[in-house]
Nanobody, 120 residues
Framework: QVQLVESGGGLVQPGGSLRLSCAAS????????MGWYRQAPGKQRELVAV???????NYSDSVKGRFTISRDNAKNTVYLQMNSLKPEDTAVYYC??????????????WGQGTQVTVSS
């Protein structure tokens, strides 16, 4: 089994910053990519940012220049530094990991989600 545990969400004023963390643990052989998605009320879940094993990153246009994704491979942890937050960034943020398990299967796993609310 694999678990993804997220932390770091909360309430912040517009223009503020938050840092999300997601730690993967369990029967992991290797991780291909980790990323962050978000889902606002009444909307579909969307990709925010992803980082692959080699370090390459990709961002949605709506967060480019404001958010930074990074990863600590030794800790199987991914971070999302969110700056210049806007009310439209309000959503539940989910961590995702695409990985190879010890049993030899390629799987996608999701975290439980963490609420980010940007409001004055």
């Amino acid at each position: 089994q694999v678990q993804l545990v997220e932390s770091g969400g909360g309430l912040v004023q517009p223009g503020g910053s938050l840092r999300l963390s997601c730690a993967a643990s369990g029967s992991i052989f290797s991780i291909y990519a980790m990323g962050w998605y978000r889902q606002a009320p009444g909307k579909q879940r969307e990709l925010v940012a992803v980082i692959i094993s080699g370090g390459s990153t990709n961002y949605s246009d709506s967060v480019k220049g404001r958010f930074t994704i990074s990863r600590d491979n030794a800790k199987n942890t991914v971070y999302l530094q969110m700056n210049s937050l806007k009310p439209e960034d309000t959503a539940v943020y989910y961590c995702n990991a695409h990985l190879l398990t010890i049993a030899g299967s390629r799987e996608h796993y999701w975290g439980q989600g963490t609420q980010v609310t940007v409001s004055s």
